[in-house]
């Protein structure tokens, strides 16, 4: 989503506005409660982001929706692809799902490292030159320089120099947990080969399910699907008790828009 063209005061506001409410969604496995993300939460995450975050004005009086900023002008946000060998579309669709629901799994675990930076594990779907497809998993990492991955643990220049102090080691904690989850589901998991750094619209088609920040998990997906979706039955059965919504969509932005996104004041 972009909104460069549209003139982007006249469509965001500062996303700190967002009241709370609160509902619940009950699984097999016990009950979560949703909730909106508060002010400090909404500051946190927007600190964390290299170009920020907003929210969007609701022109139907509505629940808002927020964007993640992903492009600034002409600088993109990057991640660690973890790329999967190429299969048929249909496999591709599949293994989208089946990794969305790892992903939840190891979120769960995640969360409990103590870290004070930000993870969002997004599975991806990118269509090869050979016409077969890429599904993998994505990484964007954005660790806190005040958190124990920078503070407790040495730098690391294998993501480090890239992502700032504390990503490699967030990185190498949920990998653990990744395929740690995996292996208690009794799925196979794709065939991983390669860990490289790619600019966000290299993946194509994003799908942006869950992230962490500290020791929060939010949703990002702006329909909840708790009827039909396993993941909230596996957030539920790994002790998760609450989840933040947060409905939102990647963006871009000019640098002018900055002040918006990411340097605008706390408010009152």
Not at 10 to 35: D, V
Request: hydrophobic share 40%; with cysteine; charged share 20%.
């Amino acid at each position: 989503m972009c909104l460069i063209a549209w003139g982007v005061g006249a469509y965001l506001s500062y996303c700190c506005g967002y009241l709370p409410r609160m509902a619940t969604i009950s699984t097999a496995q016990g009950a979560i409660k949703i909730e909106r993300p508060s002010p400090l939460l909404l500051r946190k995450l927007r600190s964390l982001l290299p170009f920020g975050a907003c929210q969007l004005a609701s022109s139907d009086g509505g629940d808002p929706k927020f964007g993640i900023v992903m492009q600034c002008d002409e600088k993109e946000v990057f991640c660690i692809k973890q790329e999967a060998v190429e299969c048929s579309r249909e496999d591709a669709t599949t293994w989208m799902e089946i990794q969305h629901w790892i992903c939840a799994e190891a979120l769960s675990q995640f969360k409990a490292e103590g870290f004070s930076g930000a993870y969002l594990p997004a599975p991806y779907l990118r269509q090869r030159d050979s016409g077969l497809w890429e599904a993998g998993l994505s990484h964007f990492i954005f660790p806190s320089s005040s958190g124990i991955e920078a503070q407790e643990f040495p730098f690391d220049p294998a993501f480090d120099d890239h992502f700032g102090h504390g990503s490699t080691i967030m990185l190498k904690r949920f990998l653990a947990h990744f395929k740690e989850a995996f292996l208690n589901s009794k799925l196979t998991s794709p065939q991983y080969f390669s860990l490289n750094i790619r600019p966000r619209l290299h993946l194509q088609s994003l799908a942006m399910y869950f992230l962490s920040v500290g020791p929060h998990i939010i949703c990002l997906r702006e329909n909840l699907r708790e009827e039909e979706d396993p993941a909230w039955t596996i957030l539920a059965g790994a002790g998760v008790k609450t989840v933040y919504h947060m409905p939102s969509v990647p963006m871009a932005i000019e640098s002018a828009d900055l002040a918006v996104t990411k340097f605008a004041p706390p408010s009152k």
